[in-house]
């Protein structure tokens, strides 16, 4: 991807194309597996809900008959600032050197640009993703409010599961020996059985029903499976666990399983007009502040569930 920064005065060059891909080409939002819900600058809702007994035997004046039940559950978005100093100076005895050659006319160089912003494209991906999925989970690497101090984030998909599964307890499993961990390819294929053992009867046989695991956990389920037959190998990697698909989330912990339907969860990205994301430099050497300019921009991004539709599989003791 080419990038062409034009900087002599100090308005705003933005670089949102390649900032926006960022969060939009994470696999949570590319597998198009999720509900993707527009937000505002705090909140997003879901609505969901159930029919029941609605339909009855023809009559010529039918009686009032079922159940229709409806809710809207609101989760908070997580809202995210970077700013950063770059100075002109420290380009002074680089290749880039010549963007700062003119000392009434310096700039950031636009392939030092282009490469600063891939860099912190990967940055916001990961951390994005890790939030979605471990926000506030409890769980050894989930990102923790106050790590480092002064950080929040999101309740993650770990998080909001486990607490709507306060109502449906039988369905999370929590593994208390610390060596006992779906990375081991020893264990992995017990750990996968007793998590789709509880799965709801009435979802045992829904095609949506969706084993999420960690890239480490799936190849060590690739491991386990290598005491086989070759040719009982899968041949792609749309990868089964007896009956069910297996989605792999580059930044889920390790030590948590989730099994659900990927429609009743949604993730969100704030948006404001038509700019999903920013991702600025403002030069400062024209607003009298210095030999310099800040890179900065503003985000935000949330996670939320339907249902009591899941299984959970955690050990808190690793």
Known sequence: MALTITQTTATI????????????????????????????????????????ALVQDYSDDPSLSGTITAADAEFTIGKRSIKFKIDYDEFKNTIWKDAVADLKNQKLPPKF????????????????????????????????????????????????????????????????????????????????????????????ASPDMTIFVAPSVEQAYWESLSTTLATNLPQTDSLMFNRYKIKVIPNLNPLRIIIGKSQNMGVAVSVNGNDLLDLNVVDQYALGNGNRAFLTANYGYGAGIQTTDFVLWENTAA
């Not at 949102?16 to 590319?30: C, G, K, R």
Request: proline share 3%.
């Open 113 to 204: 640009l282009t490469w600063l912003a891939g860099e912190i494209t990967k940055e916001v991906n990961s951390e994005t993703e890790a939030d979605w999925w471990n926000g506030n989970g409890g769980l050894t690497g989930d990102l923790t409010d106050g790590t480092p101090v002064g950080r929040t984030y999101l309740n993650g998909f770990g998080n909001i599961i486990r607490t709507k599964l306060a109502a449906a307890p039988s369905q999370i499993i929590t593994e208390a020996v610390a060596a006992t961990v779906p990375s081991d390819s020893t264990k992995v294929q017990a750990i996968l059985l007793a998590a789709t053992a509880v799965i709801p009867t009435a979802l045992v």
């Open 13 to 52: 060059e933005r670089v949102a194309e390649i900032f926006s891909n960022a969060i939009l080409s994470s696999e949570t939002i590319e597998s198009n597996m999720f509900q993707y819900i527009r937000a505002s600058r705090d909140t997003f809702s879901m609505n969901f809900g159930s029919t029941s």
